[in-house]
């Protein structure tokens, strides 16, 4: 995952930044980081942890500047430190220049970074924003490119997932790999700042309007004259038809109350709730709970379907950290029991629909299924909003070795065996997707082990 | 508010403390502490911050022993210190060998304190748990009086709301002032341990059983010999035949997984929501939508007995911390945009049941329901699951000075006209009061006046 | 070593005490502390560290009040961590209001100890300050005897060296062991503080003027009716006729500058200096060379009687601090290298006398006559200030066990084949004690195995 | 001030500059840093602070790297922060590979900067450290000229004092402005290692043997080739025929221990205090006292020629750090006296000889006068081991605005009424020459007015 943030023309440019990180935080918990640009000079803060935590106000007014990226990091390629996190700046002898943020995942990083590092380019980090900075700036400063150029010519030799804003000192670019795998929005704020994100949460927290999508290849450029955007066709640089959109955005990493992709990512959830209670015409079960917060929608659309109310039978709590003990195995165990508590004699003797956007490893679930039949549900029958996930995910999505997926390991007659239910069903792929306007659209490598890009 | 803590006869006393106040984290978040006995000396760790972050695995490891007792801190009386925050010790030549945390407010707090610091007693603080600590030791220690002793005369002389858990090297106490204000619960582990908690939810996620509540005035000693309760009349020490329970712990501070007072707290709100649905015969909402979290149980008891689905179409972002902004007044203007986020194309043109547990100053709900204006509704009902609140609570709650009470500032039409809404209503005191099994062993003074302790 | 301090009588005696403790310093850099009392309180700050590095002025203005005691310490008894550290406080339902610091080493500790915690005291240290304090409280909490009649009784069985101020909320104590191992000296400012210390060079520091030394057990009390001497006779506590100053006070410890046992320190020096430069009436050196600084006196001495200069041919960086690398034993090879440098061209076929204050492992001597060596001289003649250090000291110093000392590992022949030098000598005990006024005054154990108490 | 060190050829690189940048403490106290090169990559710690705070060995094990450059600064141009600090690194794609130190101060610093900046140069500090690095590696760079070739540019365009040491991934420069004001030196260790340092103490201090001064206008450069000295006509660059080495480097700058300009320091400090002495032929003092340890040299040059012992009446607290208190004025009243005390019974009725190395602002040295006529001194005749300090410093060295100076004050009449002394001689500018064998090799402008470069 990920979630980049951009701002241009706003006297307190990392301000309105860090609020729209504020909104993406979802998207990422692990660092963050601003980098701003007052005209003059490219300032940098970035720092494990959490926005709120990074950017106190203190640290906040040091970042002078109109134009400010931003990121927040949800690890994917990389280790766990600082190095890693994003943005990334380029210094030359005219001090720190450029600035890049980037969400999704290099698929031939390692080839392109020892092609640049056999050319003397220097890496800090095995970070793939780094990869696609230092390849734009090399084109500039080596071989006097202009940076569109260089963008251009990055999207015929980087392939992957890029959803990306750069920062001179005087202008913002933002652009998106040909096949649109992560979300990009842009916006305007009614005192004319120009706003871009991953999510169009990210907009609604700093009041800009939303604007339009980044288009899969699109260039945009904003400076003094104003906003520039370059044609750019996607498909000199694909090889396939259309966008490959995640279609996980709508499932699970996007909030509900974003804009994705050209559909509201709440009502997709709400229908593929309704394509799972058609799956259900067998019986009548007395309590539809979701798992909470991201399955809420998809239990509605169930309930809504059955005309029966959804249970909020799961309580949360949404206080985090880390655990209170150390040895790793019961950390998990910990973690579970922490989030969730079932409510008071909500579940005794009755058959229960469990509703959860989709089952990767299936360890939560299964602790989460546990104390449903402690509190003494009758019958438990798990309801999935997405297709059983077989294949690892290249662009963006930090799913586990193929082999560690609870659907490759087991049955389904071994998971209602260990798991203690009485039923499971996933939506089936065709059904997920004709809850989207556009199926064709998107990506669903995950399920399929259809790759559009090797 | 505040959440209390106890355990007795584990090994690792401090880790389920820590593990039973993070359930109780929503009770109070200033401040946290964890006093822990081995038998031999007592260790204290509190700190500002949040349990998660004051209690870290090398912190809980060095707070050794069998014995523990645990506080969350929302600030009532005293300003935000670690001094004010709990728990307290006394020490004496023998050691750090008495400590004790504490739920409630005092209301004859100044005067005790005097008549103590006239015999030679110091404070440390202007928190009411040391209060009552030194009190009790005072008696103990100069007076030659048991501790049961020395709490009963704390009984008669000390007047307000407490749940207490009181530790000495060898023994746990816990007590409850004779008209149980406050909520207090006990339970007990597969292995033999003893939690004693503010809220249920707190006993759930230490795997402890429910036993039953701390009765008003009951004192109970858990040591090597088992558990004793020492029976305590609480009529000798009480102007009123019943209870005092805080009917607010229903309405909006215990978690809805929690059984409290022997009723399960979402059950009461759904009723509550049942209540304010029958006052609504006259039209029919297009959306019926909770301020979440705190209201989605009384719009679930609205909206089923509507037979309509609840609505989420405000999207709350749980991830919370300072604001980004220094100046005051932006500071309560981002909070709620930080908070809270609509739905998009959900509004529009919609007849709008707005369901929020209580109204106390008014700031919040009014810039809600500006966003929501704002996304196109066509009427906006505001319904309250809790009486106008026109008095200031002097037994644990933090409720604002008599006149920034929006009930006692506005009527209902200047809120009308100030909040842009179409109507509002708040459930009447009976229909509350309905709502509970024994309904004259509550206190309402907040909305009645009718205070049981001057 | 360790140094202490009080002060009586000032509007901020925290700062005055500060200032005493700077100027020992050279007594203790393993960690510092102040207790201070406004009259109702006492509040305590100690940490490890330079007095400088605990104490800012932020600190020192939190500890208000006109009664101070401070301490700085070099470990003898117990580990290093901030609870071995002083003052000592102890508390009680009053407060914390009795407050302790002391310099010295006890003897019978651990049978003390246990009579103590027999009767249910207890310990947070493994520290002699500690349990001075803990038995006096003990016989004025629980057996009603006055401050200064608990002090009699504390002379009466514990026994060691301890030079001990005891502050009240109230008042100020000071007493001194017996036999008068440490020293301990009361002075007076102009606005009439009183100011007690371990040294003198800490009254001129403060501008306190001299008034005497406190006398082997002798008692004094200072409050708001003024000064009080207790008067005491040392011979009902102890077995020897005659008070036991620690020599090496004079030798070593103390600075040049501090009057002690009624002997300008410097001027022993001088006197030790001129008794080595009788012994050698064999040669005539080239050079005088003093190991800086505590040995600058005695090579005057000697110097001066010789009718030469002194050459100050090691040069020593006084910036201190850790060793740069890990591993044990380069630490102690960098050490001396980081303290010393040979002057250029200087040593070049000299004949040196190379003075230093005394030998106890050997190790830095050997290595600087090694710097010496390398740099040419012809002959290096070492002189030193006391006799051969053979037996450990109990009475506060941190002397190496018996078996570490280098006059108990290698004869004469032995160190000089091993250092490379010429000659060595020691001043004889006897020449040592004509330096001094009052030679059977003196305690010199750690020379004589003659030890005052077992 | 401020020191420069550079190491090549050592495992530990950064140790050994550590090491010697430690023994050059005393040159600056304020901040401290060293860049440290693999071959691929310089990494840069550089803090406000000490050597010894500032490089942990955990710090120093993270900068791995055979050549290593260091820097210890006394604040001289630019304000006190972390930015100002050495070393400086260049950045460009190929990554951190440039980074310089110096020592000094440049005179057209604002003219220079300014072109660069006119050519898209950007500075991060005001530190004249940055200009020289910035202005080498623009040429170098931009101009594609060797790094050879840019120094000698700079040595055209930059005009100032410059000791400093230039690494890039792969080689160690070192060089000197052609005037040579400020001290340089070479030295090998055993193991082949090559160390520079603004002083041969910090040679010493890492066991290289002393090779050669880097003289005025050289230019070294160390590789895996070797070292290669290119020779560089000073006259070229200059418009004085002799180097102007700083005088003050003599008088109170360098360590006694280190050879600077080809004269051991502590030998030309000798020979001041007998210039100083035969100006005193018309009386016999009782005592002859420095203000340690800067004077102590003069004392013994002063004291043996008058063939009498130097007294050391003063005694100085090496433990250094900030001041309790806050007010401004108290600050500086505090700082004497905790620097310095008498020795008791010394100076009674004694006609007393000071010794000093300067007067600069004189305030310091007034208030130890005060000390010393308190202590009873009969007449105090203060002498001064440099002439009057008449005008400002432009290559280096700290001095006040010209007005602040006490010689441009006060008349030697006025000061000996202010300072209640005898007696007040300097050494007369001529005498002062002819204690080092090169004078006309030297640069007096803060007591001539005569500077090298306008």
Excluded at 155 to 180: N, W
Excluded at 421 to 445: G, M, Q, R
């Amino acid at each position: 995952m990920c979630g980049i943030v951009g701002v241009y023309n706003h006297n307190h440019a990392a301000i309105l930044a860090a609020n729209a990180m504020f909104a993406e935080q979802h998207r990422g918990q692990e660092s963050c980081g601003i980098a701003v640009s007052d005209g003059k000079v490219i300032r940098l803060r970035k720092r494990m942890g959490l926005v709120k935590e990074v950017f106190t106000p203190e640290e906040l007014e040091k970042l002078h500047g109109h134009i400010a990226i931003g990121h927040v990091r949800y690890p994917t390629r990389g280790t766990s430190t600082e190095f890693n996190s994003q943005p990334h700046v380029v210094e030359t002898l005219a001090g720190p220049c450029y600035s890049l943020a980037s969400n999704g995942d290099i698929v031939n990083y390692h080839e392109m970074r020892q092609i640049l590092e056999d050319k003397g380019v220097y890496f800090a980090s095995s970070n793939d924003g780094e990869l696609i900075l230092k390849y734009i700036i090399y084109k500039v400063e080596y071989e006097q490119m202009s940076i569109v150029d260089a963008i251009k010519c990055c999207m015929r030799d980087i392939k992957g997932a890029y959803s990306t804003v750069l920062a001179t000192r005087y202008e913002l670019y933002m652009f998106r790999d040909p096949y649109g795998f992560r979300p990009m929005s842009i916006g305007k704020t009614e005192d004319n700042s120009f706003v871009v994100a991953s999510e169009t949460c990210a907009l609604d927290i700093v009041k800009a309007k939303f604007i339009s999508c980044v288009n899969p290849a699109e260039i945009i450029v904003i400076n003094d004259k104003g906003i520039r955007n370059i044609e750019n066709d996607p498909n000199e640089y694909r090889t396939v038809d259309y966008a490959q959109h995640c279609i996980f955005e709508h499932i699970y990493f996007s909030r509900p109350d974003s804009y994705q992709f050209q559909e509201d990512v709440f009502s997709v959830r709400e229908r593929i709730g309704v394509k799972l209670a058609l799956m259900d015409n067998d019986f009548m079960p007395d309590l539809v709970v979701p798992v909470p917060d991201s399955s809420n929608f998809i239990a509605s659309g169930y309930a809504n379907f059955k005309k029966m109310p959804v249970t909020f039978g799961l309580i949360r709590n949404h206080y985090s950290g880390r655990t209170f003990i150390k040895s790793e195995q019961s950390i998990r165990d910990e973690s579970v029991s922490h989030k969730f508590n079932v409510l008071p004699h909500t579940f005794k003797d009755k058959i229960v629909v469990l509703i959860d956007d989709s089952m990767v490893r299936g360890t939560t679930i299964k602790k989460i299924i546990a104390i449903i039949n402690q509190a003494g549900a009758k019958e438990v029958h798990l309801r999935l909003g997405s297709p059983k996930v077989k294949y690892s995910c290249f662009y963006g999505i930090d799913t586990p070795n193929k082999d560690d997926l609870i659907s490759n390991r087991l049955t389904i007659e071994q998971i209602l065996d260990d798991f203690k239910i009485t039923s499971i069903k996933h939506i089936d792929l065709d059904s997920l997707l004709n809850c989207v306007c556009k199926p064709e659209h998107y990506c669903h490598a995950c399920f399929s082990g259809k790759y559009p890009i090797e």
